[in-house]
């Protein structure tokens, strides 16, 4: 028996087993329980994990899984439906319709080979039907990646941003604090240096007066 088997980072094990059928056979009048249901049971465990890239994996392992098995499915009714219309129609083997003794309609009636045909209709076309929700698994974890990845892009060029908007504010708040020193010791100076120039020249007046 055949298995589809993925094995997820967490150490959880998805397993379903496959359908034994792989082509026509005479035996294959209706589409096993397999190949009704494992489709769906992939479909089902598609979101186990929580790592997007992991979704992604599994997506792409599954689907070569449901597109094999869906082509076969689609091979089994399509062979159903030309051993009815051969029937149907009188040709080959078939004489008048009555095809229960001819080995090329699988010694089956008219009616036999019309209900297998009906039994296989919609087979194939469920299997894709999931193939397609798994695509669509993938789609969604995929942009939601790449939306991630923008996002992180976005993130740091906002944080490189405001680093470098930090650092202007930085220079900037250095370059007033150093004209405020600057606009402060100039004001002391054009204060002080009079005051200091008329106490030398009062200094200078009274020493020269002492003297005399």
């Known amino acids: 028996m055949a298995n589809f088997t993925y094995n997820w980072n967490n150490g959880d094990v998805t397993t379903v087993a496959l359908p034994n059928e792989t082509g026509f056979n005479c035996d294959y009048t209706s589409p096993s329980s397999r ?41 089994i009714k399509d062979v159903w439906d030309q051993k009815e219309i051969d029937c149907a129609n009188g040709s080959g083997l078939c ?19 019309e209900a297998a045909y009906y039994n296989w209709q919609n087979t194939s076309s469920s299997i ?11 789609i969604a974890a995929t942009e939601q990646i790449y939306t991630d990845l923008e996002q992180a892009e976005a993130l740091a060029l906002l944080n490189q941003l ?14 007033n604090e150093s004209r405020e020193l600057d606009l402060q010791k100039s004001k002391a100076s054009s204060v002080f240096l009079p005051i200091i120039i008329v106490l030398l020249i ?11």
Do not use: P
């Open 35 to 75: 190949m009704l249901n494992f489709a769906a049971q992939i479909v089902a465990n598609a979101n186990n994990s929580q790592d997007l890239h992991e979704v992604e994996a599994y997506c792409i392992q599954a689907q070569g899984q449901l597109s094999t098995f869906g082509n076969v499915a689609q091979t």
């Open 128 to 138: 894709f039907d999931q193939l397609n929700a798994l695509i669509d698994i993938q």
């Open 202 to 212: 009062l200094g200078a007046g009274f020493y020269y007066m002492r003297k005399k």
């Open 95 to 113: 004489w008048v319709c009555r095809c229960r003794d001819k080995g090329a309609y699988c010694y089956m009636t008219e009616n036999q080979l």
């Open 162 to 175: 405001q680093a470098e908007t930090n650092n202007v504010i930085s220079v900037t708040a250095y370059q």
